[in-house]
C-alpha cells in the first residue's frame, strides 16, 4: 500500500542533543513538507522541499535543519539550537500536476502519523 | 492577523443533530481550499480540496462550499464516529506551494 511512513512514533530528547526525525513515502510524489504543531495551534511549516536536493525555510526553520537527498525520504533534524522543541511533528507530501504558465501547481497535500516529540 | 480564522472553536452535538463549520480566510489569489480531519494524535486525513467560489463536494455525511472569503463544512446527521478536529487549510499566490492552516474546529458528537 502507498503511504507515507513517521518514526519514530514517540521521541524523548534531552537538553542539548540533536535528534532526527523519519518520513518516508512511496507515492512517488515531488514535493515533500514538515510542519509543527502545538495545542490550540494551527499547523506550522517548517520547511519544504519541491525537488531533490533542494528545500526551502518555511515559517519557523530555526533551530531546524533538512535533507531531501532521495525523493522517497525527507528527514527533520532538531537541533539544540531550537529551544522550545516539544510538539508533535507532521511529514506532508504532494504530488506537481504540472507546470503552467502562471507557475508550478500542487494538490492537496497528505499527512503522515506523525511523532510526538518531547524534551526531558 | 491571522490569515485563516475557523470557527467555533468546539462544537458539541447530539447524533443527527446536524450543523455547518466555518472556516473565512483574509488572503487574495486563492489557489485551493483544503479540508482535513484530524483524530487525537494522528496525522491529518484529507477530506476535501475547493478551488472556486460556488463550489461544493460531497463526501457522506460531509459537504464542503466555497465563497469568495469563507468555507462550509456542512454535517448531516452526524454521528459518534465523526468526533474529531476539523482542520481548513488555504494556498494563495504569494504562499507558492505551503498552506496556511487555522487553527482547526473541534467536534464532539454524543450519542
Known amino acids: 500500500d502507498g503511504g507515507i511512513t513517521q518514526s519514530p512514533k514517540y521521541l524523548f530528547r534531552k537538553e542539548g542533543q540533536n535528534v532526527t526525525l523519519s518520513c518516508e513515502q512511496n507515492?512517488?510524489?515531488?514535493?515533500m513538507y514538515w510542519y509543527r504543531q502545538d495545542p490550540g495551534q494551527g499547523l506550522r511549516l517548517i520547511y519544504y522541499?519541491?525537488?531533490?536536493?533542494?528545500?526551502q525555510k518555511g515559517d519557523i526553520a530555526e533551530g531546524y535543519s533538512v535533507s531531501r537527498e532521495k525523493k522517497e525520504s525527507f528527514p527533520l533534524t532538531v537541533t539544540s539550537a531550537q529551544k522550545n522543541p516539544t510538539a508533535f511533528y507532521l511529514c506532508?507530501?504532494?504530488?506537481?500536476?504540472?507546470?503552467?504558465?502562471?507557475?508550478?501547481?500542487?494538490?492537496?497535500?497528505?499527512f503522515g502519523p506523525g511523532t510526538r516529540l518531547t524534551v526531558l | 492577523e491571522d490569515q485563516v480564522t475557523q470557527s467555533p472553536e468546539a462544537l458539541r452535538l447530539q447524533e443527527g443533530e446536524s450543523s455547518s463549520l466555518n472556516c473565512s480566510y483574509t488572503?487574495?489569489?486563492?489557489?485551493?481550499l483544503f479540508w482535513y480531519r484530524q483524530d487525537p494524535g494522528k496525522g491529518p486525513e484529507f477530506l476535501f480540496t475547493?478551488?472556486?467560489a460556488g463550489e461544493e463536494k460531497e463526501k457522506e455525511r460531509l459537504k464542503a462550499t466555497l465563497t469568495k472569503k469563507e468555507s462550509f463544512l456542512h454535517i448531516t446527521a452526524p454521528k459518534p464516529e465523526d468526533s474529531a478536529t476539523y482542520l481548513c487549510?488555504?494556498?494563495?499566490?504569494?504562499?507558492?506551494?505551503?498552506?496556511?492552516f487555522g487553527k482547526g474546529t473541534t467536534l464532539s458528537v454524543s450519542s
Open positions: 506532508a507530501s504532494s504530488v506537481q500536476t504540472g507546470w503552467a504558465r502562471a507557475g508550478i501547481s500542487y494538490n492537496e497535500q497528505f
Open positions: 507515492l512517488n510524489h515531488d514535493a
Open positions: 522541499s519541491q525537488i531533490v536536493n533542494d528545500f
Open positions: 488572503v487574495s489569489g486563492l489557489r485551493g
Open positions: 475547493l478551488y472556486s
Open positions: 487549510a488555504v494556498r494563495y499566490n504569494q504562499a507558492g506551494t505551503a498552506l496556511i
